[in-house]
Every structure is written in structure tokens, then in C-alpha cells.
């Protein structure tokens, strides 16, 4: 067996994904600063989340999460993977095509249901209106996270990882020129995205051509391999999707309060800098290696990706968390607090942060745990999780918001994540040894611990000493400069003396990548 080397594709899938997040953060600032918060930008982001959400179920979520194992086993053990793939093109291809369908029949209904709040005033037509447009986005994105699959399971991460950066590359050129051309902004930013979508499928289908692996378009056939590989989707549906039910739900709830939906996104969209870059890197490169030790029954191989995987995962969220929490108001103001985003957006928007911080670690920990089940082609058990945790989310963003209103859908989204994680954590003890975590894991975690609470008794000095600048004109970006170095150099610091890392085995792994 080749090894798919983790460290490495951890790194690989980050950067691209860093680079996405960056680009999607300059995104939202021109979003922001163009429109604002208000009923446009409800609208948008209410319409621009349908093709995402049905995304997570037929793409990343459901799909991959059959697919990718199946297709890895087949792979390693030389069982035709090109025919399944094939295959498995074929049957997705349709399944999109007839829901794209669909959703160009039902979109009143479709936005009603997500966005019950919005009927009766000018963000419902809006909506519908926008959704018509960008709903076939799903489409070249579903199809590209199939070839995506392929290249991730033969190793290959880095053009499966780049090919978000060029959604956002055409969305900023969409915003940037509709400014300066003086018409309406949003129908540029609408317009492009499902054209970046045939870019983004374009990318990928070529890397997989150069893979050596030729797939094309053709009759589908509902073989008994297709047959299994729909049964272990349709459960990893819900699995995979429910922090994008969550969302939906919380959408529901916020569409009730006037700009709730825009102060949401604006924090989703912050935390999920972190989420994407090492949550979702874990993800995609822990369930291929997964599924290829397990076929070559490689036990103490897995236990250790399972293991590294989990030390990379928190030696960057626990800090994240850290900064979140003590500084959301510092971080809002300085990306989002132009144009039509005013003061009053930046204090509700960062409390949402704060709030979706202390969650972070719970949606980290989700993409860690997950491939252990779904490597097994076991999306049963995930299903049945997902679903207590989404009683536990709407529970509390309906039972929350006659009580704390708008922001109940963030308390409720950050308490699903730890139902779901103590789920996830109880329901792999039975799996075996593999799925528990080394003595070097065991060890290093505590210190990550003490290394994070450091960094945040110094930011939280930091901030008392320096929180005065914030409101100087043209200083608060240099402040915020100065308090992102200065905790990240006290962590650095504080983990190499508490031994929570080694930058040597960095330096190792980038050089054996």
C-alpha cells in the first residue's frame, strides 16, 4: 500500500483552503460594504444557502462519504475504481439534473420553508428571484466534488482543494466591476456564480484526466454497486448535512428579525475560516487514508493518522476559540465595519462570534470522528446522531427566541455541535483501538490545553492595554495586526516550552510531502 501522507495533504488542502478563505473573506467585506446588511443581503444569502445546503447532501456530504471509501478499496486492491467512478458520474449527473429540475418549479416553496419570515415582504420575491439564477450552481459543483473525491483518494489534494479560490475570485471581479460599471451590484455577484461553477468543474475533471483516470458522460446504470453505494448515502445525507440543517433552521428563526440573517452570515462566515482550513483538510485527507489501511488491515497505520489528525485538529482550534471569544468585537470591525456595515452590525455580529467560537472545537471534531465510521461504510450510526443533534438545534432556536431572540439560532447551532460530538465520541468506542487516540496524543493535548488558556490570559491583557486604539481613525487594522502577532508569538512560544508541538516535525513533514 502507498500511504497517503497526512501531514503533508494536511497541509496541501490547508493552504488552498486558506487561500479560498481569504479570498471568500475580501468576498464578504465587498458584500458587506456594497450592499450591508438589510433586505438584499438577507435575500442573497438566503437564496445563494439553497444550492450549498442540497451541495453538502449530494456532494461533500452524502456522496463523498459513499463514494470516497468504496472507490479508495477498490482503488488499493485494483478492482476496476475507473468503472466505478464511471459509474458512480453517471448516476449523480441525473440525480442533479432532476433536482435542479425541481427546484426550478418549487423556489417560492423551496425559500419559504427555509425563509418562512421573509413572506409578505420585498425579500421573499427577492429571494426567489436570486435563486432561479444561482440554484444551478449545484450542479457543476456536485459533479466536481466527485472528481474531487478521485483525486483525494489517489492523493492527489491540491487541484481539489484550489478550485473553491476561483469561485471567489469571480465573485470579487463580479462586485469590484459591477461598482465601478454603477449598476445594481448583486445581479453581477448572482450572475457569476454559476459560472464559476463550470470553472470549477472544469479544473477538477481536468486534473483527473491527467490522473490517468478517464470518465465521461453516458447512460446511467442502477448496478448492484450503485445500488449499496445509494444505500450508504442516503443515511450519510443527514449525517453530513446537518450543520447545514442547522443552518437552514437558524435562518428560519433569524428570518423573523430585520438584518438577523446578515449579522449571522457575516459571523458564520468568520469562524468558518478556521472550520475550512483545518476542519475540512482533516476531512478530506483522514477518510481516503482511512478506508485504504482498513482494506489493507493496517490497525496501528489508522490508530496513528486517527491520532495526528487529532493533534493537527486542536493545535489550531483550541487557539482559534481562544480569539474568538475574547476578541469578536476587534475581529468584526476590522473586516466587515465599512459602507453600509455600521457599528451597530459590528456589536451583534460579533456576539455571534463569540458564540459560534465556543462551538468551533465541536464542528472540528466532527470532520475527525466522522471518517472513522464513514470509512467502515458505516453511515447508520452517523444518521442516527445527526438526528438528535438537529432536535437538540431547533429545539433550542425556537424554544430560545421568544427569550434571547435573534441570536438563539447561534446558542442552539453551538450546543448541536457537542450533542453531536459526544454522540460521535461514545458511538466509536465499539469501533475498536484504531479509533482510539496514542499515548502521544494523550500526552500532547493537555499541553495544547495550557499552551491556548495562556495565549489567552496574554491576549486578554493585550486588549485591555491596546482596546483603546480600536477607536482612533485608520488605527484599528494596526491594532489588530498587533494582536494577532502578539498572541500568536505567545503561543508558538508557550507550546514549544510546554511541549504540546515540535516545529521540527513541521519542517519533516513538508519536506517528506
Known amino acids: 500500500m502507498k500511504p497517503i501522507r497526512l501531514l503533508s495533504g494536511f497541509f496541501t488542502v490547508g493552504f488552498w483552503t486558506l487561500a479560498s478563505r481569504i479570498l471568500g473573506f475580501l468576498r ?4 458587506t460594504a456594497y450592499i450591508g446588511p438589510g433586505p438584499v443581503m438577507d435575500a442573497f444569502v438566503a437564496a445563494f444557502r439553497l444550492p450549498n445546503m442540497f451541495r453538502r447532501f449530494f456532494a461533500e456530504g452524502a456522496f463523498n462519504a459513499a463514494f470516497v471509501p468504496m472507490f479508495s478499496k477498490r482503488l488499493e486492491g485494483d478492482e476496476n475504481a475507473e468503472g466505478f467512478a464511471q459509474d458512480a458520474f453517471n448516476l449523480l449527473a441525473v440525480a442533479v439534473l432532476a433536482l435542479v429540475g425541481l427546484a426550478m418549479v418549487f423556489m417560492p416553496a423551496l425559500v419559504w420553508v427555509t425563509a418562512e419570515g421573509f413572506y409578505g415582504d420585498e425579500r421573499f420575491d427577492l429571494a426567489v428571484d436570486y435563486g432561479y439564477v444561482v440554484f444551478p450552481y449545484i450542479l457543476f459543483m456536485s459533479l466536481a466534488a466527485l472528481f474531487s473525491g478521485v483525486l483525494n483518494a489517489t492523493g492527489r489534494f491540491a487541484a481539489a482543494a484550489a478550485a473553491p479560490v476561483l469561485l471567489n475570485i469571480f465573485a470579487c471581479s463580479a462586485l469590484i466591476f459591477g461598482a465601478m460599471s454603477g449598476g445594481e451590484i448583486i445581479r453581477w455577484l448572482i450572475a457569476v456564480i454559476p459560472v464559476a461553477g463550470v470553472a470549477q468543474l472544469a479544473l477538477v475533471w481536468v486534473a483527473t484526466e491527467r490522473a490517468g483516470i ?75 487514508d482511512l478506508s485504504r489501511r482498513l482494506r489493507a488491515d493496517d490497525k496501528d497505520g489508522a490508530r496513528n493518522a486517527y491520532s495526528r489528525a487529532g493533534e493537527f485538529t486542536l493545535l489550531l482550534t483550541l487557539p482559534s476559540t481562544v480569539a474568538f471569544v475574547i ?80 441570536i438563539a439560532p447561534a446558542i442552539a447551532a453551538s450546543t448541536a455541535g457537542w450533542a453531536m460530538v459526544a454522540l460521535l465520541a461514545i458511538g466509536a468506542r465499539r469501533i475498536g483501538d484504531e479509533a482510539r487516540f496514542d499515548d502521544r496524543f494523550k ?71
Open 214 to 288: 478517464r470518465i465521461r458522460l453516458s447512460r446511467p446504470k442502477l448496478s448492484p454497486e450503485m445500488r449499496r453505494m445509494v444505500r450508504i448515502a442516503v443515511p450519510a445525507a443527514l449525517a453530513m448535512g446537518v450543520t447545514q440543517i442547522n443552518l437552514v433552521v437558524g435562518q428560519l428563526v433569524a428570518s423573523k428579525t430585520e438584518k438577523a440573517i446578515s449579522w449571522l452570515f457575516a459571523a458564520d462566515r468568520l469562524y468558518q475560516l478556521p472550520l475550512g482550513v483545518v476542519g475540512i483538510a482533516v476531512g478530506i485527507v483522514l477518510l481516503p
Open 28 to 31: 464578504e467585506i465587498l458584500l
Open 327 to 406: 476578541i469578536p468585537g476587534p475581529l468584526v470591525s476590522v473586516l466587515f465595519q465599512r459602507g453600509q456595515f455600521s457599528v451597530e452590525d459590528t456589536a451583534a455580529t460579533a456576539l455571534a462570534v463569540a458564540i459560534y467560537g465556543i462551538g468551533l472545537p465541536a464542528f472540528m471534531l466532527q470532520k475527525l470522528l466522522q471518517p472513522l465510521f464513514f470509512a467502515r461504510e458505516d453511515t447508520k450510526s452517523p444518521f442516527r446522531y445527526a438526528v438528535v443533534a438537529m432536535v437538540v438545534n431547533a429545539g433550542l432556536a425556537f424554544g430560545l427566541y421568544p427569550v434571547v431572540g435573534w
Open 443 to 513: 500526552q500532547r493535548i493537555w499541553r495544547i490545553v495550557a499552551a491556548s488558556a495562556g495565549m489567552g490570559v496574554v491576549l486578554f491583557a493585550a486588549i485591555q492595554l491596546f482596546g483603546w486604539t480600536f477607536g482612533i481613525p485608520g488605527w484599528r487594522y494596526l491594532a489588530l495586526m498587533m494582536l494577532i502577532v502578539i498572541a500568536a508569538a505567545a503561543y508558538f512560544l508557550l507550546g514549544h516550552l510546554f511541549g504540546a508541538f515540535r516545529l521540527s516535525e513541521f519542517r519533516t513533514a513538508l519536506r517528506r510531502g
